[in-house]
């Protein structure tokens, strides 16, 4: 089954440990984006790969990092989360960048 | 000012109406356009995809792309209960071979049997 697999589902942790959430996909796909989502603000950009070794910036990438060193992995990680990274997760995957296919989300709770 | 906005709602409409979900967008260079429905708990899933402006039809669902007023809408025919879902709307535009994908805020919406 063609799919996006995150994890964890939900985390909750504290200021400044540092954490992974682990992005999977299995279409083969070249492009692969982190997301948040926040009440009001909707899904915002976090950083996006166009393919392996390839990453670059979205709209909200400040606290996060990003790594592609094989094409179906794309993990975000946070070196020090802070209570305003509270907030659903979400990876998503697609073969242009237009047509995405999102992971089930991540709920992350900072305190 | 947002790149693209759009009314959260809450909509609430009784089964079988028609309803209208629309979003604005601020930069004529986006090129796609995109609806995807977010069931509670779950990762959007991509609904209709329109390249171009005019209507396009699956089913119950039309998406109306009308790029001289950059307005983008949604219609949903004969809404059913498990139509109940936040729907967003998404633009796309590539600059230089980056690609740039802004969602709307999403409207929720419950259809009531």
Redesign the interface.
């Known amino acids: 089954e063609a799919q ?1 697999t995150q994890n964890p589902r939900y985390l909750i942790t504290v200021t400044g440990k540092k954490l992974t959430v682990t992005c999977s996909q299995n279409m083969n796909h070249e ?1 692969m ?1 982190w ?1 948040r989502q926040d009440p ?6 976090i950083y ?1 790969s ?1 393919n392996v070794e390839v990453t ?1 910036k979205g709209d909200v990438p400040e606290g996060y990092k990003v790594s592609r060193k094989e094409k179906r992995n794309f993990p975000l990680i946070l070196e020090s989360p802070s209570p305003n990274q509270t907030s659903l997760y ?1 990876c ?1 995957s697609s073969l242009t ?9 991540t709920q992350l709770s900072v305190l | 000012q947002k790149e693209v906005e759009q009314d959260p709602g809450p909509l609430s409409v009784p089964e079988g109406a028609i309803v209208s979900l629309n979003c604005t967008y601020s930069n004529s260079a986006f090129q796609y356009f995109m609806w995807y429905r977010q069931y509670s708990r779950k990762g959007p899933e991509l609904l209709m995809y329109t390249y171009s402006s005019g209507n396009k039809e699956d089913g119950r669902f039309t998406a109306q792309v009308d790029k001289s007023s950059k307005y983008i809408s949604l219609f949903i025919r004969d809404s059913q209960p498990s139509d109940s879902a936040t729907y967003l709307c998404a633009t796309r535009l590539s600059i230089q071979g980056a690609q740039k994908l802004v969602f709307g805020q999403g409207t929720r919406l419950t259809i009531n049997p």
Do not use: C, E, W
């Open positions: 996006v492009y984006s997301y009001g603000l909707g899904l915002r950009q996006y166009m670059d979400f998503a960048g237009a047509k995405l296919f999102f992971g089930s989300g």
